[in-house]
């Protein structure tokens, strides 16, 4: 395996076979890593929420110059195949049921002033979200519940390394009855719309090309971290993204050994997914009582609770610890992609 890119002038928190966990701000962890040195950056910064978040969000109106100023960093730190895939949630603006433009501007901003392509957006459903807000939803109701974040995929440059193959969704039951028998259901002809419909679209291509809708409820559980923080009473970042959503783009947007960096890295969730697809990761986060948490998603299941709260200890303290033994990756649950 090829080295970890060096963040020069600081320290990991904690080591993996694989990846590293860092304490501190992330743009001054940005400034120590080499130019082109990070293929994918994942990450899901926190919101701009009316009310203020334990993980530090923004106010609506600061948020976009603070996000830009990351931005500006990532774009040195990527190759220019590499790509930038930021999961951003939607808010209301105070006081009134009409929304904030918040995630659009950042994008015109990432593409106008800092140079970035947009390759596509995605949108992240959670069916099982609380409906909300709770004024304009449940009191009121006047709007539907807001269930979608709007992910933007950026690139570097109009051509990033990308493989959808790699990420093929399960055939739906009627698909699965044409393979079977492709002539009984259609015939090779021009649809009333233009797009020609040849022989090839009966071959079984191991799955369907999924689409920019994502389909992820947000309530897989954390098993062994939750377990964890209720061991050593630490408190569990209360804004976790499932598996699902980081995993689809690692595997989309990366190969074995590529470099994957989360910069609001929170529980470490990118992490994790990274080292079980063999990719090498760098995740930086802010808080140390979340950074010394997150170590539990990589430690061994038959670890003994002492030592456990001895590793977590040790990372509370600023001493750094190798974790040689990772836990075994949960499988991607609940993932659709509309067809």
Not at 34 to 48: D, E, Y
Not at 120 to 149: G, M, Q, T
Not at 198 to 217: Q, T
């Given at each position: 395996m090829a080295q970890l890119p060096v963040v020069k002038g600081f320290s990991p928190a904690y080591t993996t076979g694989q990846g590293a966990a860092y304490c501190g701000d992330s743009l001054e962890l940005l400034d120590g890593l080499a130019s082109r040195s990070v293929n994918l950056v994942m990450t899901s910064p926190p919101f701009p929420l009316?009310?203020?978040?334990?993980?530090?969000?923004?106010?609506q109106t600061e948020?976009?110059?603070?996000?830009?100023?990351?931005?500006?960093?990532?774009?040195?730190?990527?190759?220019?195949?590499?790509?930038?895939v930021i999961d951003v949630g939607g808010a209301y603006q105070r006081g009134v049921p009409t929304r904030s433009l918040h995630q659009f501007r950042?994008?015109?901003r990432l593409c106008?002033?800092?140079?970035?392509?947009?390759?596509?957006?995605?949108?992240?459903?959670?069916?099982?979200?609380?409906?909300?807000?709770?004024?304009?939803?449940?009191?009121?109701?006047?709007?539907?519940?807001?269930?979608?974040?709007?992910?933007?995929?950026?690139?570097k440059s109009p051509w990033p390394k990308a493989d959808i193959t790699k990420v093929l969704a399960p055939y739906s039951e009627r698909m699965k009855t044409l393979l079977k028998d492709p002539t009984k259901f259609y015939k090779p002809k021009s649809r009333p719309s233009g797009h020609a419909i040849g022989e090839g679209f009966a071959r079984d291509n191991g799955g369907a090309i999924p689409s920019n809708l994502i389909a992820l409820s947000n309530t897989e559980s954390n098993g062994f971290y939750d377990r964890?923080?209720?061991?050593?009473?630490?408190?569990?970042?209360p804004a976790r993204f499932p598996a699902g959503l980081p995993e689809f783009f690692v595997?989309?947007?990366?190969?074995?050994?590529?470099?994957?960096?989360?910069?609001?890295?929170?529980?470490?969730?990118?992490g994790q997914v990274a080292e079980g697809l063999q990719r090498r990761w760098l995740s930086f986060e802010l808080d140390n009582k979340f950074v010394a948490a997150s170590a539990f998603r990589f430690m061994s299941r038959d670890m003994r609770a002492e030592a456990?709260?001895?590793?977590?200890?040790k990372i509370i303290e600023g001493e750094c610890i190798h974790i040689p033994d990772t836990a075994p990756q949960p499988p991607?649950?609940?993932l659709r992609a509309a067809e």
């Amino acid at each position: 395996m090829a080295q970890l890119p060096v963040v020069k002038g600081f320290s990991p928190a904690y080591t993996t076979g694989q990846g590293a966990a860092y304490c501190g701000d992330s743009l001054e962890l940005l400034d120590g890593l080499a130019s082109r040195s990070v293929n994918l950056v994942m990450t899901s910064p926190p919101f701009p929420l009316l009310r203020e978040k334990t993980y530090g969000n923004k106010d609506q109106t600061e948020y976009v110059d603070w996000l830009v100023r990351f931005g500006e960093k990532i774009h040195r730190v990527l190759p220019d195949d590499g790509s930038f895939v930021i999961d951003v949630g939607g808010a209301y603006q105070r006081g009134v049921p009409t929304r904030s433009l918040h995630q659009f501007r950042l994008l015109l901003r990432l593409c106008d002033d800092i140079g970035f392509h947009l390759a596509e957006e995605f949108y992240w459903h959670n069916p099982a979200k609380l409906p909300s807000p709770i004024e304009w939803v449940n009191k009121r109701k006047i709007r539907a519940k807001d269930s979608v974040n709007t992910v933007w995929w950026l690139s570097k440059s109009p051509w990033p390394k990308a493989d959808i193959t790699k990420v093929l969704a399960p055939y739906s039951e009627r698909m699965k009855t044409l393979l079977k028998d492709p002539t009984k259901f259609y015939k090779p002809k021009s649809r009333p719309s233009g797009h020609a419909i040849g022989e090839g679209f009966a071959r079984d291509n191991g799955g369907a090309i999924p689409s920019n809708l994502i389909a992820l409820s947000n309530t897989e559980s954390n098993g062994f971290y939750d377990r964890s923080c209720k061991l050593v009473d630490a408190a569990r970042h209360p804004a976790r993204f499932p598996a699902g959503l980081p995993e689809f783009f690692v595997k989309f947007l990366t190969t074995s050994d590529d470099v994957v960096l989360d910069i609001f890295g929170g529980s470490n969730v990118t992490g994790q997914v990274a080292e079980g697809l063999q990719r090498r990761w760098l995740s930086f986060e802010l808080d140390n009582k979340f950074v010394a948490a997150s170590a539990f998603r990589f430690m061994s299941r038959d670890m003994r609770a002492e030592a456990i709260k001895r590793s977590h200890q040790k990372i509370i303290e600023g001493e750094c610890i190798h974790i040689p033994d990772t836990a075994p990756q949960p499988p991607l649950t609940g993932l659709r992609a509309a067809e």
